[in-house]
Every structure is written in C-alpha cells, then in structure tokens.
C-alpha cells in the first residue's frame, strides 16, 4: 500500500493503520529525514515523493495495490496509473494541488477505483464506523509519537509552518 503525504496528519495516520492491519506499507514524503519517523510508524520502504509529482505516463508499470492520497495533482495521476489491477486509491487531499492531470485508462483496462474521502459532511453512521475501528485498529503509542500539543497562541506561527509542509503529524492545539 502506498502513502503519499506520509509525514503529514492523514499520512502519518495511514501509515500507522495499514502497517498494524498488516500491509506492506510504503511511504512517499518530501522530508528524508523524516525516514526513521516513517519506519517507527510501520513503513516497510520509504520514497522521495519526487518519484510521483512530476507529469508522468498515463498509464505505468504495477506497484501499489491500493493508496492513501494526501496529495493530489500529479501525485494522485501517477498514482492511479501505476496501481494493480483491482486497486483502490483514495483521495484524501491536495498539498500538492486540486488538480487531476489524468486518463480514464487505469480505471477502463485494470479496474482501478478512485474513491473520495471526506470528513466535513460524512454521515454520523459511517462516522460512528470509523470511530470504531480507529478504537480498535490506531495504536495509541504510535497516535502520540506522531502527535504535537500546542496553545492557540502557537496558531500564527505554526499555520505558515503546516502550509510549506514543515509540520510532521498531527498538532492538537489545546483551548
Ligand atoms: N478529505 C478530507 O476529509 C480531508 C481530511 C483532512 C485533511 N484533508 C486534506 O488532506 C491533505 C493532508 O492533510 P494533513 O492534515 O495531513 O496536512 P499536512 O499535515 O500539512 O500534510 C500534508 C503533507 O503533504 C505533503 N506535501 C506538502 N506540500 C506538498 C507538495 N507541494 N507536493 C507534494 N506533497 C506535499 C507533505 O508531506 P511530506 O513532507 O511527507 O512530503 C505534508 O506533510 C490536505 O490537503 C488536507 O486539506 C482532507
């Protein structure tokens, strides 16, 4: 399974739920030295995300049995061209841009599914649902170790930070 955005919130996330489900997870992020991070996380290999967010072929050779995209672009085209056959990838966000620079060619001749995330207006039953397998399925070690405490007086310096991609994991800003 691949990751992008990996040593970003949602990406830090995957990568800690599908390595403890059992995956083979690869990360791809922009910060090597974020590398002992990513693999304490449970990534089995990690790739500069160069490898995926230039303008790529339509249509690649099979690497990924399905994806967590937190990047878009590019990224989420190359993606998508370049998962087995049956695969599934889901969209999660555009760090990288809100654009699709893609064909209908992955989707037509391997069975490729894109699948759309999101958490603003999901229904509380499918809420409740995710709730429960993040109780069951995030490991609470793994949640800290990827995970900031600030005051909402950091909010103005580390909003700049989070927008170039400087912020590792999540940041739970305490009221
Ligand atoms: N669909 C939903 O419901 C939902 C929910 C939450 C968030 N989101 C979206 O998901 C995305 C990730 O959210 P997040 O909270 O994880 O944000 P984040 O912590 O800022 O992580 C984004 C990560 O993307 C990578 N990145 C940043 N700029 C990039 C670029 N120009 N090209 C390629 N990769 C880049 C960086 O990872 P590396 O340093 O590892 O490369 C960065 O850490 C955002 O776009 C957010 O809006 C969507």
């Known amino acids: 399974m691949l990751v992008t955005g990996a040593a970003g919130g949602v990406g830090s996330v995957a990568v800690s739920l599908l390595s403890g489900l059992g995956y083979e997870v690869t990360a791809s992020t922009g910060r090597r030295s974020e590398d002992g991070y990513l693999r304490d996380l449970g990534a089995s290999e990690v790739i500069d995300r160069v490898e995926l967010s230039e303008p790529g072929r339509p249509f690649g050779e099979e690497r990924w049995a399905g994806a967590v995209d937190a990047v878009g672009s590019h ?7 370049t998962t087995r056959y049956g695969g599934t990838v889901a969209a999660c966000g555009l760090a990288q841009g809100p654009d699709l620079p893609a064909t209908v060619l992955p989707f037509i001749l391997r069975g490729v599914t894109l699948a ?12 409740v649902a995710a709730w429960d397998r993040l109780a069951s399925d995030l490991d609470l070690d793994a949640l800290d170790s990827m995970t900031t405490r600030a005051d909402l007086g950091d909010v103005l310096d580390l909003a700049p930070r989070q927008l170039a991609g400087e912020v590792r994991g999540r940041t739970v800003i305490g009221i």
């Open 75 to 81: 990224t989420l085209a190359n993606v998508i061209a």
């Open 116 to 127: 759309g995330v999101d958490s603003v207006h999901c229904p509380l039953p499918r809420r």
